[in-house]
């Protein structure tokens, strides 16, 4: 909201593990007025149960929802290009299947590509390389810095 002036109309596009941080995007998107694309693989996808509520929230608020396998696709027009840690504390055990899993889904330059003309980028902290490549990562669409003093505020 502080970037672009309003949350209502924004494309949310989310590439990576299906955990909290995606289920808080899922459960207030909608309600904001953001259309939200969701990109993870086969078997990391997001709880069905919350799932189902996002979908209901997307009628209700008018907004549109996806969820596919194709991180390209989920970028394609998104403004915001988000993603997470795939490898959340607990998970330390399944980093090498996990790694797999996740190739391809990288946010590089060339995901920014099919995104909108006025793409962002943030990720929660802290960031492997794996999970978004430098170039965009220090880049001046890289929101990463701001997002993590906006949530000191709300400690």
């Known amino acids: 909201q502080e970037h672009y002036g309003g949350l209502n109309g924004l494309t ?3 590439i990576g593990d299906g955990n909290n941080v995606l289920h808080s995007i899922m459960m207030s998107a909608a309600k904001l007025g953001m ?9 990391f996808e997001p709880d069905l149960r919350i799932t189902q509520i996002t979908e209901q929230y997307s009628k209700e608020y008018g907004t549109k929802l996806l969820l596919t396998t194709d991180p390209l696709e989920a970028a394609d027009g998104a403004n915001v290009l988000v993603t997470d840690t795939w490898i959340s504390m607990g998970q330390e055990e399944e980093k090498k299947e996990r790694l797999k899993a996740f190739q391809g889904y990288q946010i590089t330059m060339q995901t ?11 990720h929660c902290l802290p ?3 794996e999970e978004v490549n430098d170039e965009v990562f220090y880049s001046p669409r890289s929101l990463v810095f ?7 505020w709300t400690i």
């Open 12 to 14: 949310i596009a989310w």
């Open 112 to 122: 920014a590509k099919s995104a909108a003309s006025n793409w962002t980028f943030l």
């Open 35 to 43: 259309h939200l694309r969701i990109a993870t693989p086969k078997g």
């Open 127 to 129: 960031r492997k390389p």
């Open 146 to 152: 701001q997002e993590a003093e906006n949530r000191k």
